[in-house]
């Protein structure tokens, strides 16, 4: 019954912004990690950003800089603010949540966005 829905994806030039939003359902996550993933066509699905309860982030090398993930818990939202955008980073992005602390792994997955950059 829980659900990671997503939303904010789209098609956007190489230096825009894109603010993606990953709303969860029929549970709370604000005591858990939960992270943004993206899977560029012919590729294996990559980490991109994490956040912990206690909002600790960390970024992939290449997003570091240009990417923010953050999270309010008041809605069970976490968001991915996505700046600096380049054609590299075309992408299905997922959202992903984890259902136990200490972390093991991402229980639940989004169902992705599409994310496009043109040069």
């Known amino acids: 019954q829980v659900q990671l829905v997503e939303s904010g994806g789209g098609l956007v030039q190489a230096g825009g912004s894109l603010r993606l939003s990953c709303a969860a359902s029929?549970?709370?996550?604000?005591?858990?990690?939960m992270g943004w993933f993206r899977q560029a066509p012919g590729k294996e699905r990559d980490v991109v950003a994490r956040?912990?309860?206690?909002?600790?982030?960390n970024y992939a090398d290449s997003v570091k800089g240009r990417f923010t993930i953050s999270r309010d818990n008041a809605k069970n939202t976490v968001y991915l603010q996505m700046n600096s955008l380049k054609p590299e980073d075309t992408a299905v992005y997922y959202c992903?949540?984890?259902?136990?602390?200490?972390?093991?792994?991402?229980?639940?997955w989004g169902q992705g966005t599409q994310v496009t950059v043109s040069s």
């Open positions: 992903a949540a984890a259902a136990r602390i200490p972390f093991i792994t991402y229980d639940y």
């Open positions: 029929g549970r709370t996550f604000s005591s858990y990690p």
């Open positions: 956040i912990s309860g206690g909002g600790n982030t």
